[in-house]
């Protein structure tokens, strides 16, 4: 082989080695960074396996939302209708964030409670999250769920 077509030979497979191996650290970042939605009732399933992070979709319960006295901790829980999960939020919650409203939290779970680092809210009465709505509605098609984190434990 001449030595042009050689160096044109190597150059191509240098460029192919590289273009695979950024294309597999992008693959690879991307997958670190997906958050996946379960509901209360799959993640008491244990559907969300050990993922450290996850999405928790769900309405927030009436009457379950308390804030500690001088501290920005709150705690509420989130239903899906046939289950509740704790939740525990330590920053400003959105203005929109209420009892009975649809709510999607990004965090994970620790002892039993989610520990949420993110909170988004709906943004009116008629709203709820395609992906959340569709959940909550195959969540009530099975009842071989514990109905709260507690009897889990």
């Known amino acids: 082989m001449k030595p042009v077509r050689r160096r044109r030979l190597l150059l191509v497979v240098l460029l192919l080695a590289a273009a695979g191996m950024s294309t597999a650290l992008v693959a690879m970042a991307l997958q670190r960074n997906v958050a996946y939605l379960y509901t209360p009732v799959e993640v008491l399933r244990g559907e969300a396996g050990d993922r450290a992070r996850f999405r928790l979709g769900g309405m927030v319960e009436e009457g379950s939302f308390q804030r500690a006295p001088g501290s ?22 959105p203005d929109l964030f209420r009892e009975g409203q649809a709510v999607v939290a990004t965090g ?13 809210a709906k943004h009116d009465e008629t709203y709820m999250p395609k992906e959340v709505a569709d959940k909550m509605g195959l969540a009530h098609k099975k009842h071989d769920v514990p109905a709260t984190a507690e009897t889990t434990q």
Do not use: C, H, Q, W
């Open 72 to 93: 920005m901790e709150t705690r509420f829980s989130v239903t899906d209708g046939d289950a509740l999960l704790p939740v525990m939020y330590d920053k400003i919650l």
């Open 108 to 120: 994970s779970m620790r002892n039993g409670v989610f520990v949420a680092e993110d909170v988004l």
